[in-house]
């Protein structure tokens, strides 16, 4: 329990701090009524700055100036010129004290050795210091621009927006709540001249030295004015003398750490009608209610979706004779059915008319070879034909016409007689004869 109170507290005050994330010290210090505080040109023509002496004592309560006390990791910005006295002395820029005045954390200028430290109690209550050279230019008796990030382990030191040193620093740094914060404050047994502040800040983010710009500044206005977290070079604007030429592209810098989360945005417009959807699949069939009394009649409704073949009910009571409706508006157009299963094969149909005649089909392959016809009649007689070759014996034909009658024969020699022939036998008497190309027909009887 002894350690999560303080782990609590610095959580609380840590919360608290990024709400009221900057403290104007000039502000909080009153200088612009502070007795002994001059109003000096700042570093520019309409700005302001307050020359203020060490030995002046600008002091407050802790709780005056920083109400949740001084967070681990915190940012201080200050925009200031030294004059020729402080330069060779040593003083305090800002600093926290205990109650018993014990330095606890500040920024003190050595103006003998032209440093810079940074000094802290470590957690042991051990005074330990960082001490940052290459700070010449912060004794030349013109406006610079100081800022120091304390984060994590290390603290960083910018001079007119850019890093020239870092050093490491212990930890834990426990949350200072109690005691005094004092600005511009010499050391002791030191006498200081005067030093100009035109701008003094603590952050409770460390990385506002980083985002801190320098335009303000006009011996560096044109150079590296405008330096953010990612170390780059920018142009500014300035009202002194010409704009020179485009320098060269810097390095390319480091990259930043990631930014905390924004807040949530308000809720936006409502937005427009979507589309309207496609029309639902029917629903499955309800069972059969119980039957219900009769209705009165009620009024005549549009014309409805066909429904599904329903049960068959009860038999109702024979109602009156209606009157004849008005014909009903078309229908709406049907929902689109799923394709249904193929269904059993039919019973063969009656043999329907001849139908029109087809088309040509292809040539078929050559059929088998038929039985002889009949004998054809004589055709009509053709030409004269070639010799032909000897052909194969043909069938026995019918017999022909009869002929027409013979020219007359040549003359021919007698030949020499015959031998004598046989004896004839006894014939019988003859009753007819015909002549036919000469010949003699006998009939039966003759020789």
């Keep these: 329990m002894v350690l999560v109170y303080p782990a609590l507290f610095a959580l609380f005050a840590f919360t608290q701090c990024q709400q009221l994330p900057s403290f104007d010290l000039l502000e909080e210090f009153h200088l ?19 020359r203020v002496n060490p030995s002046i004592h600008l002091r407050k309560t802790m709780s005056e100036v920083y109400p949740d006390g001084l967070p681990s990791d915190y940012s201080i910005v200050a925009t200031l010129k030294m004059t020729k006295d402080t330069m060779k002395g040593a003083w305090n820029l800002w600093q ?7 330095e606890q954390v500040g920024v003190r200028v050595q103006g003998d050795d032209r440093t810079l430290d940074f000094f802290y109690t470590a957690p042991r209550g051990t005074q330990m210091l960082r001490t940052f050279h290459s700070v010449d230019r912060l004794f030349d008796g013109e406006w610079h621009k100081l800022a120091l990030s304390v984060k ?6 910018l001079i007119d927006c850019q890093e020239v040193s870092a050093a490491p620093v212990d930890l834990p740094r426990p949350v200072i709540r109690n005691g005094y914060t004092s600005i511009v404050k010499r050391a002791a047994r030191d006498r200081s001249g005067s030093v100009d502040l035109q701008k003094m800040a ?41 704009p020179g030429l485009q320098g060269p592209p810097g ?21 427009i009608a979507g589309i309207k959807g496609e029309k639902g699949m029917r629903g499955l069939h309800g069972l059969m209610g119980d039957r219900g009394p009769k209705g009165l009649k009620g009024l005549k409704g549009a014309l409805g979706f066909k429904g599904v ?21 078309v229908g709406y157009e049907g ?20 139908g029109p005649q087809g088309r040509q089909g292809i040539v078929g392959d050559p059929g088998d070879r038929g039985t002889a016809g009949l004998k054809g009649k004589p055709g009509i007689q053709g030409p004269k034909g070639k010799t032909g070759t000897i052909g194969v014996k043909g069938i026995v034909g019918d017999p022909g016409l009869p002929g027409r009658d013979g020219d007359p024969g040549i003359e021919a020699y007698q ?27 006998l009939s039966k009887g003759s020789h």
């Design 309 to 329: 073949q329903g049960s068959p009910g009860e038999g109702g009571e024979t109602g009156e004779q209606g009157e004849v409706g008005d014909r009903g508006p």
């Design 32 to 50: 612009s009524e502070a007795a002994g505080v001059q109003t000096v040109n700042g570093s520019g023509p309409d700005m302001v700055a307050f």
């Design 251 to 271: 390095p390319k810098g480091i990259r930043g750490t990631t930014g905390d989360y924004g807040i949530i945005g308000e809720t936006g417009p409502t937005g």
């Design 335 to 354: 929902i689109l059915a799923y394709q249904g299963v193929k269904g059993a094969e039919g019973f063969t149909g009656a043999e329907g008319p001849p």
């Design 202 to 242: 603590l952050s409770c983010d460390a990385d506002q030295a980083y985002s801190e710009r320098c335009c303000e500044l006009s011996n560096v206005c044109g150079g590296h004015a405008e330096i953010g977290l990612t170390g780059g070079r920018a142009s500014c604007r300035c009202l002194h003398g010409q």
């Design 96 to 102: 926290v004290s205990d109650l018993e005045g014990r």
């Design 415 to 441: 030949g020499p007689q015959g031998p004598d022939g046989r004896p004839g036998r006894i014939g019988e008497r003859v009753t007819e004869f015909s002549s036919v190309k000469g010949l003699v027909l």
């Design 152 to 157: 994590g382990d290390v603290v960083r030191l």
